[in-house]
């Protein structure tokens, strides 16, 4: 009877263990580096957004890339958000990260663009890239860049063995010009890096698709948005209509397999544009231009459908 009752618990502990080391490696692990703070409120919008779906990753950094006015804290205001929603989110899902892990991760980067034509300098957030992308594991780190990429720059030119490790999928256009001497940094010294860079396929997430009904800008944000929750209370104070031009990096993961960035997802579909077989950026095909945007339409044909997703979180939140 015993030696039953041990086989039994064996095989449920194993099956067990099985699920959870099944998970883990199907949730992938994640730093994000934002401008939260700065010039542009989008970047509240994206990370209330991001934490939402924080069951989603395996977060391993959140990193305050400026330069301008965002800070470290910027981030932390939106975890305490965050923890004031977190049980009922828990009521929706499991496996939401606690408040304290998310503040041990965030790190200050860089508050200055790159001088000269390579990095001189590394952040603690730069280190902190290249701590987690040497920790032992044989998933891939990706690096969603918001703002502009200076502390990935740092991290890869300090330690380019890391390159193998990573992948980035950064928001370009106005970020880009923050710090364009990192980004050519990147782009000219290291064709090997496995990136999306996304310049204009990113206005799809408020450039065109389905806007009627309660799903245009501001009519979600009214509806949906506005009372649920502390988080949602903050995304309303920060901006009352959606922008949230980092989120198609997040989307990227939640629908779409994302060792493909050429297939269909809710953050987009690319091409290579180069004869690099690792870089890629905006469609120009000209079935999805939106507004002169190429590539908006390969995010914007999914609205309806991340947004109602979206909703059924926001939902619980507001505990309705």
Request: proline share 4%; with cysteine.
């Amino acid at each position: 009877m015993q030696l039953l009752f041990f086989v039994c618990s064996l095989v449920v502990f194993q099956a067990i263990a099985g699920d959870v080391t099944a998970q883990q490696k199907t949730l992938p692990r994640v730093v994000v580096s934002t401008d939260i703070g700065g010039d542009d409120p989008d970047d509240y919008q994206s990370m209330i957004h991001f934490l939402m779906y924080a069951d989603r990753f395996q977060i391993e950094g959140l990193i305050s890339s400026p330069p301008g006015k965002g800070r470290k804290k910027h981030i932390e205001e939106v975890i305490s958000a965050y923890q004031n929603d977190l049980k009922n989110l828990q009521k929706q899902r499991k496996g939401y990260p606690s408040p304290r892990n998310l503040r041990k991760v965030t790190k200050q980067g860089a508050i200055d663009p790159q001088e000269g034509e390579a990095p001189s300098a590394l952040s603690d957030g730069a280190k902190w890239i290249v701590e987690k992308a040497n920790k032992k594991s044989s998933d891939y780190l990706y690096i969603l860049v918001w703002g502009s990429i200076t502390d990935v720059a740092q991290a890869v030119h300090a330690d380019p063995g890391i390159k193998q490790k990573i992948r980035i999928y950064s928001i370009g256009s106005w970020n880009t010009v923050q710090d364009e001497k990192s980004r050519d940094y990147l782009f000219e010294n290291h064709p090997d890096l496995w990136w999306i860079e996304n310049n204009t396929t990113f206005r799809g997430m408020y450039m065109g698709g389905f806007m009627e009904e309660d799903f245009s800008n501001t009519s979600f944000v009214e509806k949906h948005i506005k009372s649920a929750g502390s988080m949602g209370n903050l995304f309303w104070e920060k901006k009352r209509d959606i922008k949230m031009g980092d989120t198609p990096s997040v989307l990227y993961f939640l629908k779409g397999d994302i060792n493909n960035p050429e297939g269909e997802s809710w953050g987009g579909a690319f091409i290579r544009t180069t004869n690099r077989a690792t870089y890629w950026s905006d469609n120009p095909d000209k079935d999805l231009i939106e507004n002169d945007r190429q590539g908006a339409r390969s995010v914007n044909k999914f609205r309806k459908e991340f947004l109602m997703d979206w909703a059924e979180l926001l939902q619980s939140i507001s505990g309705k």
